[in-house]
């Protein structure tokens, strides 16, 4: 979907479209811009029995003489109440799921009775636009409820009496909205059309942004010694690649910030293969690369005065007779042997080679990898809160302050070498599983082994990338989870 958004002072005044207001739940409707006069609002408002409460809307079609087809009165609740549970992100999405087939859209965001401020603003206006995004291109039929469709192009108008100040916050949130939806659009495509080779276009053309691109392909690796993420690939007509993408935007003797991301492109298990029911979904198994990618595509795009680094572990894991089976030992690119138990553990074998590639190769400040690792996850926190595993506490912190910046939560989760008990091998130096117990605990434990003393963190994604229902600011299968978060925890803590 094509949106294009500003900022103004008055409203352009278009014929058709639809207006929408915010109001709150300590006031009344009366002396609404443009409409006040009418009478509808009141009566409507009346009718309804609307106070503004969060959450609440009315949805008028107003008199010919009204230049607009519509106008939807949002409630918004009353801010200054200090309620954990507001959110100017969620008030903008919620505002956006009043949209129907209007493709000029002009939004009222001031609030006479509370002073918004800029930051408020931008949360609300991000939230409208991440909203939008419909992911329907194999549909060829329209919706029968008129809605938006993904090639739809919108205008979109926040009025605000203080558009000034917002030439900047239009790039920052193109920039992420660009980055999420780029992460959402990857996630969503099918495997049979988005495979390794097609992943490493999608990230070629983050060059045009000053990206660097480097790919490795299957006879490097070999070279290399990566035989974890090699064996991963073997049951798979698709070849794997490790791709690096470098954003150059600090000092040039700044150590880099790495991010790491697990690309699965398709997971069946392998020979240890999955239940028919729901592997569908297994085409999200990449979600952590897509972020990864999504994230770069917003440092590049937004000028991040940070060096930034992006590796992508893609993989399809398929069983044929050529595919790697339980018992197989693995020597991993660290030197470390493995004792392949559970061919569907793979993503921590993929990552182990690609955190120790990184950590050698570049020397970073700090790693972060994201991937749907584990099932045990979700069964722990849900669709809520993704799991935080790390090596340092002060990285840590930094990562669950950005998560409540951008609503994007993380719970720490616990580390103790005691676990690594359960992951010793009778045949190798580790088994990439263990029991029924501390499923994600134990995969970071095992990724642990692969970062040296590098400050490293991995979140857990498995429940929060893919499967949600519709949420405030999402309405697709895929979220981009991970996107906003590394991006608010790069500029509020490396950016210089």
């Not at 949209?99 to 939004?107: A, L, Q, R, S, V």
């Not at 636009?129 to 992911?135: A, G």
């Not at 990439?432 to 400050?455: H, M, P």
């Not at 999402?474 to 790069?490: E, K, M």
Request: aromatic residues 8%.
């Amino acid at each position: 979907m094509d949106i294009k958004f500003s900022f103004a002072r008055n409203p352009f005044i278009k014929k058709g479209g639809v207006a929408i207001l915010l109001k709150t739940s300590f006031s009344d409707v009366t002396g609404l811009p443009f409409v006040g006069s009418l009478g509808v609002v009141e009566r409507a408002a009346s009718v309804k029995n609307f106070t503004g409460k969060s959450k609440s809307h009315l949805n008028i079609l107003v008199p010919e003489s009204c230049v607009w087809d519509r106008l939807v009165v949002v409630g918004i609740g009353d801010p200054r109440i200090k309620d954990e549970k507001f959110s100017w992100l969620k008030a903008g999405g919620n505002a956006a799921s009043f949209i129907e087939e209007d493709k000029n859209i002009e939004i009222f965001v001031d609030v006479p009775e509370y002073p918004i401020t800029k930051e408020e603003i931008r949360d609300f206006t991000l939230g409208f636009i991440l909203k939008l995004y419909n992911f329907d291109r194999y549909k060829t039929k329209k919706k029968e409820d008129s809605s938006l469709q993904s090639n739809d192009s919108i205008s979109a108008t926040f009025i605000t009496q203080t558009f000034e100040q917002f030439n900047q916050v239009v790039a920052d949130i193109k920039s992420v909205v660009n980055g999420v939806n780029l992460a959402r659009d990857i996630v969503n495509e099918p495997a049979n059309v988005l495979g390794t080779d097609e992943f490493c276009e999608q990230v070629k053309k983050l060059e045009s942004l000053g990206v660097e691109v480097d790919i490795l392909d299957k006879d490097t690796m070999a070279q290399l010694g990566m035989n974890a993420l090699l064996a991963v690939s073997q049951g798979s007509s698709r070849p794997p690649y490790l791709v690096v993408m470098k954003w150059n935007g600090g000092n040039q003797c700044d150590q880099p910030l790495a991010f790491i991301g697990k690309g699965v492109v398709f997971d069946s298990g392998g020979i240890s293969l999955k239940p028919s029911n729901g592997m569908e979904e297994m085409k999200g198994d990449l979600a952590g690369a897509a972020a990864v990618t999504g994230l770069l595509s917003v440092l590049a795009e937004r000028k991040a005065k940070v060096n930034a680094i992006g590796v992508l572990a893609l993989v399809e894991n398929m069983p044929d007779s050529s595919a790697q089976r339980p018992g197989d030992i693995v020597r991993s690119l660290s030197g470390q042997s493995i004792e392949v138990i559970n061919t569907d553990a793979e993503g921590r074998l993929i990552l182990a080679d690609a955190l120790w590639y990184c950590h050698t190769h570049y020397k970073p400040a700090l790693m972060i990898d994201l991937a749907t690792l584990t099932g045990a996850m979700v069964v722990a926190l849900g669709n809520v809160y993704a799991g935080l595993f790390a090596n340092n506490n002060p990285l840590a912190e930094q990562l669950l302050s950005a998560g409540l910046s951008t609503e994007e939560l993380l719970w720490r989760m616990p580390m103790n070498d005691e676990y690594n008990k359960l992951i010793e091998s009778k045949f190798a130096d580790m088994k990439n599983i263990g029991g029924r117990g501390a499923g994600s605990i134990v995969a970071a434990q095992f990724l642990e082994k692969f970062v040296k003393d590098t400050s490293w963190a991995h979140i857990d994604i498995a429940g929060t990338a893919t499967g949600n229902h519709p949420k405030e600011i999402n309405q697709s299968w895929a979220s981009g989870f991970g996107v906003r978060l590394l991006d608010t925890f790069v500029r509020d803590f490396y950016e210089k």
